[in-house]
C-alpha cells in the first residue's frame, strides 16, 4: 500500500480521451504486437526472490507472471476477483476456517501435464522456504495459513488460522511442481521462465516466455496448449522496457510500438491517421484528505466545517475543467471504498454538489461568522486553509486555482501550498502539517485495505479522523469471507464517512493509452494493460 501511495502521489493526471474496443470481424490469428513502456525492467523472472519481486521490480513482474504463470483468482475490469485456475471455492463460517478450491478439470501446463492440487501445495511451501525474500504483503498471506493439503488431484483444502477477507490473494502465481522440484530456487528463471530440466518455456497462462533481450524487451509466444478458451490470436507479444533517453512517443509514431500506455504526450496522437487514444478511469483516485487533527485547523475538526467545504467545492466541474476535453465521460468519484467499475460501488458521497450558500448556512451553524471580506472566522480563528499538493504537477495546480475560487463564494479562503512529492509523502502527510492535502490514492482489489486509511489509529490514516462505528465496520469486513456481505458493511461505513466527512473524493485518475487501429479487441483494463492480451488480433 506504501508503494501504492508513492505512485500515486507521484502521476500526474494525464489528460486523455475516447474509448477501447473492437470491430465486428472475426478474430484472426497470427502477427506480432509491441506493447510498452514498461518500467522498471525486473532484475529476473523468479518473483521468489527478493531482487526480483513486485516491490523491487515493480508492475512488470505482475504483468509478466499473469500471463505465464496463472493464479486462482486474477482481478478483473470491475476491479473485483474471478476464479482463474479455479472453478469455485467453499468455506466454512465457523472455525477452523476451511476453504477448498476445485481446480478446474481442463487446466494444465504448456507441457501437456494436468494442474493438479500438489502444484499449489508445491507453491505454498515454496513460499514458505524464502518467506524472507517475499514482498511484505505476501509474508503477511502466509501467516494467515495454517496448513494446505489436498483432498485429491484436484481439490485443495486451506485450514486458516482466522476468518480472513482476502483469502482470494492466497495463491498468486501456481509454479509447475513437476518442473521445479529438486531445484534451487536462487538459480531458476532469472531469464526465462523454463523447465530446468529440459530447457523448455513453461506456462499455464496463454503466452510462454520465448527471449529476453536485457536493456530493450521480452517477447512473449503463443502457448498452443492453453486451457482457456482459446490460445492467444496473436503469435507474439513483445514488452518494450523504456531506457534512459528514450522516448515513447516516437516510438509509437515511428513504427516501434502497437500499444502504449501511461506516458505524457499521447493526447497529441488524438488526430493522427491510424491512431487511436483511449482512456479509462484508473485504480488511481484524488481527493481532499482534511487534517482533522492536531496540526489541522482548529474549525476542521468541526463536522459542519467540513461538510460546507464539501458544499463549497464543484467537483464536477473540476473534472470538466480540468480533464473534461480529454475524458469527457470521467465524472465525480462517489465512493471512497469502491472503484466506479466495480458492482459494489454505491453513490454515497452523491448529496455533496456544489451549493455554496448551503455551505455558509452550514458554517453559520457551526457558530462562524462572515467577516467584511467575505471569509468566515470561527471561533475567532479565520476560516483561512492551507491546500497543499504536489509541486510541478500543472493539472493539480490548475484544479486548486479553480477550488480557491469556488470556496472564496462558500466564505473559506484557500491558500494553494506546493511540495516535493518525497516531502509530501515522508514528512508532510506522516506529520499532520496541513489543512487540507490533495494527492491520489490506490485502490487494491481487496477494500479492507480502507481500514488501513479510514481507521482508528490506521498506519495511512493521515487525517487523524477515527469514528468507531466506522473503524468497527472496516474491522468487521476483514473477517468476511462472501464478497457481497462484506460489501454491504464497507458500503455502510462509507456512508458514514460521507456523513463525517474526513476526504472529499473527487475523481479516478484517467489511464491513457493509445493503439494502432489495426489491434482488435484492445481493451484497457485499470489494473494490468495487457490483461486480455489473448484476446488481441491483428486486421490486415
Not at 513482474?61 to 486462482?72: H, N, P, S, Y
Not at 509509437?252 to 482512456?279: H, N, Q, S, T, Y
Not at 473524493?505 to 479487441?521: K, S
Request: net charge positive.
Amino acid at each position: 500500500m506504501a508503494r501504492a501511495l508513492a505512485a500515486a502521489i507521484a502521476v500526474s493526471l494525464l489528460a486523455v480521451s475516447g474509448a477501447g474496443g473492437s470491430g465486428a470481424q472475426a478474430p484472426r490469428v497470427g502477427g506480432t504486437v509491441v506493447f510498452g513502456p514498461l518500467e522498471p525492467e525486473p532484475a529476473c523472472l523468479n518473483a521468489l526472490l527478493a531482487r526480483c519481486n513486485y516491490e523491487s521490480s515493480g508492475p512488470a513482474i505482475l504483468f509478466i507472471g499473469e500471463k505465464v504463470l496463472q493464479t486462482a483468482f486474477d482481478v478483473g475490469p470491475g476491479f473485483t476477483f474471478r476464479p482463474r485456475l479455479v472453478s469455485r471455492v467453499t468455506f466454512t463460517r465457523k472455525p477452523p476456517f476451511t476453504l477448498t478450491y476445485h481446480i478446474r478439470p481442463e487446466a494444465r501446463w504448456s507441457d501437456g501435464v494436468p494442474i493438479t492440487a500438489r502444484d499449489f501445495i508445491f507453491t505454498h511451501r515454496a513460499r514458505i522456504a524464502r518467506k524472507a525474500e517475499l514482498a511484505g504483503e505476501e509474508k503477511a498471506l502466509l501467516d494467515r495459513v495454517s496448513r494446505v493439503s489436498s483432498l485429491d488431484a484436484k481439490t485443495v483444502r486451506v485450514v486458516l488460522r482466522s476468518r480472513f477477507s482476502g483469502w482470494r490473494t492466497l495463491f498468486g502465481n501456481i509454479l509447475p511442481r513437476h518442473a521445479l522440484a529438486g531445484e534451487d530456487f536462487a538459480k531458476i528463471w532469472t531469464d526465462r521462465i523454463d523447465n530446468p530440466k529440459t530447457g523448455r518455456p513453461i506456462g499455464s497462462g496463454p503466452f510462454l516466455v520465448e527471449r529476453w533481450e536485457r536493456g530493450r524487451q521480452l517477447t512473449l509466444v503463443r502457448n498452443p496448449r492453453y486451457w482457456g478458451t482459446h490460445p492467444a490470436y496473436l503469435d507474439r507479444l513483445v514488452l518494450r522496457f523504456r531506457v534512459e533517453g528514450g522516448d515513447p512517443v516516437a516510438w509509437f509514431r515511428g513504427g516501434e510500438l502497437d500499444v502504449a500506455w501511461a506516458i505524457p504526450g499521447l493526447e497529441a496522437l488524438r488526430r493522427e491517421p491510424g491512431l487511436k487514444v483511449v482512456a479509462a478511469p484508473s485504480s488511481s483516485w484524488d481527493h481532499f484528505a482534511i487534517r482533522v487533527g492536531p496540526g489541522g485547523h482548529p474549525a476542521l475538526r468541526n463536522k459542519l466545517v467540513r461538510r460546507a467545504l464539501a458544499y463549497g467545492i464543484d467537483r464536477a466541474a473540476l473534472v470538466r475543467q480540468v480533464l473534461g476535453d480529454f475524458a469527457p465521460t470521467l465524472r465525480p468519484l462517489e465512493s471512497v471504498v469502491f472503484l466506479i467499475q466495480s458492482r459494489y460501488h454505491r453513490p454515497n458521497w452523491g448529496a455533496y454538489r456544489y451549493r455554496p450558500a448551503h455551505a455558509r448556512r452550514l458554517l453559520e451553524q457551526a457558530g462562524c461568522r462572515r467577516g467584511a471580506d467575505g471569509i468566515y472566522s470561527c471561533a475567532g480563528e479565520r476560516l483561512s486553509l492551507r491546500f497543499v499538493t504536489t509541486a510541478g504537477i500543472p493539472p493539480r495546480e490548475r484544479l486548486l486555482a479553480l477550488v480557491q475560487a469556488q470556496l472564496r463564494q462558500a466564505g473559506v479562503e484557500a491558500v494553494p501550498t506546493f511540495a516535493p512529492p518525497r516531502a509530501l509523502l515522508d514528512t508532510i502527510l506522516p506529520s499532520g502539517d496541513f489543512d487540507v492535502a490533495l494527492f491520489g490514492w490506490a485502490f487494491d482489489p481487496d477494500p479492507v485495505v480502507a481500514s488501513l486509511i479510514f481507521g482508528c489509529g490506521g498506519i495511512y490514516n493521515f487525517t487523524g479522523y477515527c469514528q468507531r462505528l466506522v473503524t468497527r465496520d472496516l474491522d468487521q469486513a476483514g473477517r468476511i469471507l462472501d464478497a457481497g456481505a462484506q460489501a454491504g458493511v464497507l458500503n455502510r461505513a462509507d456512508a458514514q464517512m460521507a456523513t463525517d466527512v474526513p476526504v472529499i473524493p473527487l475523481f479516478q485518475i484517467p489511464l491513457p493509452a493509445a493503439h494502432r487501429t489495426t489491434v482488435r479487441n484492445f481493451v484497457l483494463h485499470p489494473f494490468n494493460p495487457i490483461s486480455n492480451a489473448e484476446n488481441w488480433w491483428l486486421a490486415r
